[in-house]
């Protein structure tokens, strides 16, 4: 219900209505109270002519007052109209410094949000910071365990057994040289002495020195071609010569598996002995590198640069320091020991080029084997 006044005089009543009607009348008040959020209805304002303004709404209208610069009458508020005045200076205090609030509201945000951002930046830095002088303090251990005075003595005896090795190869190249020679030069002398052969027996019968000189003729064959197994490329192309003589003979059963063995490696590509040294030594440092990346991501040079000269064989895969390298690998093959290859390298297994490689060991070891089967039981036997 609405708050009356007691006691109102016709002199305040005619105030009132016109204090009224200079704010705008009843319906400019009504509009204004209602601007303010103020739930009253417009019958109930008509009623302050009669029964004064009430305390509720005091303020609201002494800041519309305020607002159009019109002055109060007198006696129209009560006597505590100095705190009604305070409470609205109060009021459009709060609601002046709740709209400067709003309008700072969003630089304030972005203000938070940048230090929030440095204050993140800075974190993330510290921590990569420590991170890397973590790694960096353990590089300098790593570094300081090394020590360059032991490389230097074990580079230097390295590089005395390279010079060794260098001095053995050329000392090797030369004796083939002089075995080449001779070799050429016995080649002219059985020439000679199959032409003497041959001349000896033409004053005796004549079908008796045929046959012998089909024998002598094939024997010499076979002889030089056992004896330029090293220094030349195998050479198969008097087989049918080979072939036509044996047919007319009966032979055992282990000289015709033999004259097979020769049949059968005319029919491929075989290696001098040169050719297989040349090829080895890069295989086996091939296969050194390929162990050493598998079984460690470090990197040792001194490890790496012996690996290079000395090789050995470990386990299934793995070769390293055996003394099967230059010269004893080229002693292991001149002397036709094909067996001894084969057996410390018949537990390497997944290389290709390796396994190529004792292949045409194997056949020169075959061919090896037939030729002397043959020879013998010509000599001896034949």
Do not use: C
């Not at 300081?144 to 090795?165: E, G, P, V």
């Amino acid at each position: 219900m609405e708050e009356k006044k007691t006691n109102i005089s016709a002199l305040d009543t005619d105030k009132i209505s016109l204090f009224i009607k200079s704010l705008g009348g009843v319906k400019a008040i009504y509009r204004y109270l209602k601007s303010k959020n103020v739930t009253i209805n417009i019958e109930s304002i008509y009623k302050w002519k009669n029964n004064g303004i009430p305390h509720r709404y005091l303020l609201y209208i002494k800041e519309l007052a305020n607002n159009q610069n019109i002055r109060i009458p007198e006696n129209i508020f009560p006597d505590n109209i100095g705190s009604v005045n305070n409470k609205t200076e109060i009021i459009s205090s709060i609601e002046t410094n709740r709209k400067n609030i709003k309008g700072y509201r969003i630089p304030i945000l972005i203000v938070l949000l940048s230090l929030i951002i440095i204050i993140l930046q800075f974190l993330y830095h510290h921590h990569n910071k420590k991170a890397i002088n973590e790694k960096i303090i353990k590089l300098e251990n790593l570094t300081s365990s090394f020590k360059a005075h032991d490389y230097d003595k074990k580079l230097d005896s390295i590089n005395d057994f390279i010079i060794d090795q260098t001095i053995l190869k050329k000392q090797h190249s030369s004796d083939i040289k002089s075995i080449y020679g001779l070799i050429t030069t016995n080649k002219n002398k059985l020439k000679d002495l199959e032409k003497n052969i041959g001349l000896s027996f033409n004053n005796s019968n004549k079908a008796q020195n045929f046959k012998l000189n089909k024998f002598n003729t094939i024997l010499i064959n076979l002889i030089v071609l056992k004896e330029n197994i090293k220094f030349s490329i195998p050479n198969l192309s008097n087989i049918d010569l080979i072939n036509n003589y044996f047919s007319l003979i009966k032979t055992p059963d282990d000289v015709s598996l033999s004259l097979l063995n020769l049949n059968n490696l005319s029919k491929i590509n075989l290696k001098s002995h040169k050719q297989l040294i040349d090829e080895i030594l890069p295989i086996l440092v091939n296969i050194n590198n390929k162990n050493n990346k598998n079984n460690s991501n470090k990197v040792n040079i001194l490890i790496y640069l012996k690996n290079l000269i000395k090789i050995r064989k470990i386990n299934n895969n793995d070769l390293i320091n055996k003394n099967i390298i230059g010269s004893n690998i080229i002693n292991t093959i001149n002397t036709h020991n094909y067996d001894y290859i084969l057996n410390e390298f018949k537990s390497i297994n997944g290389n290709i080029e390796l396994n190529e490689w004792l292949e045409s060991i194997n056949n020169l070891n075959i061919l090896i084997i037939s030729l002397d089967n043959i020879i013998n039981w010509l000599v001896y036997k034949g």
